[in-house]
């Protein structure tokens, strides 16, 4: 600032009044202010330089040089990208952007969960859900506690749900189950495997047969078994044997009505025959024999059917009366 104000001092000379100075020495000191205002600007931008110079360039120009390599690497995975993930206005590839959705077009692998409202394939195409351990489906009310789930498992497939219900395409109810009751409505429930089929409590069927050359098995290894109906019971077998086997005793009991065997042949094999011992006793003909003279070693064809006050039946000798001790009607 002080070398300007003298050159400005220099450009604009205080004149003397009294003094006036000659027009070729004027001409001189106009040319010796401009000589010394040059000299005066260069040394002024040689001490004081603007810019970047030295290592200091050199450095900015290497950090642009990798910023920009590092901007043309960037576009060119992008564009990469973008080819193999096949990126297009309606979606990603197979994956297409559809109102009310996404359409998959081949395989999906999903790595964790899949929420989603609906699952559906395409028309006149089926749909396979493949995992490599367990598939689980679950259901999940408007307080967020699963209400349905299905697990299907290496070994097993479980279903939690209040109820079950399976239904034909016309909406006829084959299967139904809850806590209470299971349901079948089809017309034939078959049970195919070799053990049958083992219910621990109450069956309710109209009716109970086996396949065409089958044998038709009812039976309670360890407790009672009881057949009731409202109207009646009918066992039939029409092409072979009917045996009823227990352990105690099989009880046939009609309260309103009689019990009815209706069949050519009847047949008691393993009735028990009493032993008469004692006096002699008459006979219907007035006519006495001994005790003696009657002996289980006869083994006669032909026996007398008796019946014990309280209904027990047993056998007596053809001869003689239908007597027995207490052993016998006991």
């Known amino acids: 600032m002080r070398d300007q104000s003298v050159i400005q001092q220099r450009r604009h000379p205080q004149q003397n009044p009294q003094q006036q100075q000659h027009p070729g020495e004027m001409e001189n000191e106009w040319l010796s202010s401009d000589e010394t205002r040059k000299n005066f600007i260069a040394k002024y931008h040689e001490g004081c330089q603007v810019g970047l110079y030295g290592w200091r360039r050199r450095c900015l120009f290497l950090v642009l040089s ?44 999903v790595l964790d969960n899949l929420v989603a409202s609906k699952i559906g394939s395409r028309k006149g195409q089926p749909i396979h859900i493949e995992s490599s351990r367990n598939i689980s489906l679950l259901s999940r009310g408007a307080d967020g506690r699963v209400h349905n789930k299905l697990f299907i498992g290496d070994d097993k497939l479980e279903i939690m749900a209040s109820g079950m219900k399976i239904t034909d395409t016309r909406g006829r ?14 017309e034939l429930l078959r049970v195919t495997g070799e053990g049958g089929a083992v219910f621990h409590g109450s069956v309710q069927t109209p009716l109970v047969r086996p396949e065409a050359g089958n044998e038709l098995r009812l039976e309670s290894p360890t407790r009672s078994l009881n057949v009731f109906a409202l109207h009646g019971v009918a066992i039939e077998s029409r092409a072979g044997d009917l045996s009823a086997t227990c352990l105690t005793e099989l009880k046939l009991q009609s309260k309103a009505g009689s019990v009815k065997l209706d069949a050519p042949n009847i047949y008691l094999p393993r009735l028990q025959t009493a032993s008469i011992t004692g006096a002699k006793l008459p006979t219907a003909g007035g006519s006495v024999y001994p005790t003696s003279t009657i002996s289980r070693s006869a083994r006669p064809e032909v026996y007398q059917v008796c019946v014990c006050g309280k209904g027990r039946v047993f056998l007596a000798p053809p001869e003689g009366p239908c007597v027995a001790d207490n052993d016998v009607c006991r």
């Open 173 to 186: 109810l084959l299967f139904s189950a809850d806590r209470k009751e299971v349901l079948v409505g089809a």
């Open 66 to 109: 990798i910023l920009l390599l590092l901007v043309i690497v960037n576009l060119a995975l992008t564009l990469w990208i973008l080819k193999v993930m096949e990126f297009s206005a309606d979606g990603l590839g197979p994956l297409k952007v559809i109102p009310g959705g996404i359409q998959l077009r081949g395989e999906a692998m």
